[in-house]
């Protein structure tokens, strides 16, 4: 089955702290992306980052890098130096090749950043 | 004008009301979607349009109804709703396939009472 898991309900980070969000995924298809998507409370759902199955990097985007461990299934966002606007709900989707336009969604994890 | 954009952003209805939420996108893509996001929820894809043909309809009852004029319009079309349905209701838009994501619009949030 294919399925995406996020084991992090919610996480407290201090400001200027980097921040991890766990994201493992499970699929047979050797062909698929993987998303992250941040929501703030304006309920917006803004794509921050991509990871291709057979891309041989991790991918980054400015303070967003995506740890990819394909055998370990896992593709996890790491956020550096945190800031009081990354606040917010984090989603990790997959999309694979014969999923018929679906992304497949974790159910979230809500990030809040302390001052 | 760029990206995608839903309006209204709110929306309060009677279970009676007929309405209509819109969605525009301003990127060339050609394939168009519904979402419903609930409280405590996962995302649930409602509708897909590719090249304005409807591709894929997840068991929705039929007082949603969606329409799709051109590549760059979509509608959900509400009549008699129900209290469950108060949601925050998604448009994206993708490159045929989606297979590098989707753009995303800020939601309609629809309290139904």
């Known amino acids: 089955a294919q399925k995406i898991t996020q084991t992090q309900p919610g996480m407290f980070v201090q400001e200027k702290e980097a921040v991890t969000l766990d994201c493992t995924y499970d699929?047979?298809?050797?062909?698929?992306?993987l998303f992250w998507y941040k929501q703030p409370s304006s309920g917006e759902m803004i794509f921050l980052i991509y990871?291709?199955?057979?891309d041989q990097q991790n991918a980054t985007e400015g303070r967003y890098s995506l740890n990819f461990q394909k055998a370990r299934k896992s593709a996890n966002l790491v956020i550096s130096a945190s800031q009081l606007g990354d606040s917010a709900m984090y989603f990790c989707?997959?999309?694979?090749?014969?999923?018929?336009?679906?992304?497949?969604w974790g159910a979230g994890t809500k990030l809040i950043i302390k001052p | 004008e760029t990206g995608v954009t839903q309006t209204p952003r709110h929306l309060v209805m009677g279970m009676t009301n007929k309405k209509s939420l819109k969605c525009e996108q301003h990127?060339?893509?050609?394939?168009m979607y519904w979402y419903k996001q609930s409280a405590k929820k996962p995302l649930e894809l409602m509708f897909v349009?590719?090249?304005?043909?409807?591709?894929e309809n997840n068991s929705v009852p039929s007082r949603f109804s969606p329409e799709c004029p051109n590549s760059s319009h979509l509608f959900l079309h509400l009549h008699t709703l129900q209290p469950e349905d108060s949601a925050l209701y998604l448009c994206?838009?993708?490159?045929?396939?989606?297979?590098?994501?989707?753009?995303f619009g800020s939601g309609t949030r629809l309290t139904v009472v």
């Open positions: 994206a838009s993708s490159q045929e396939g989606g297979y590098y994501g989707y753009t």
């Open positions: 990127l060339g893509h050609n394939a």
């Open positions: 349009y590719s090249l304005e043909e409807r591709v």
């Open positions: 699929t047979s298809d050797p062909s698929y992306g």
């Open positions: 990871q291709g199955s057979y």
């Open positions: 989707a997959m999309r694979v090749l014969d999923s018929n336009y679906q992304l497949i």
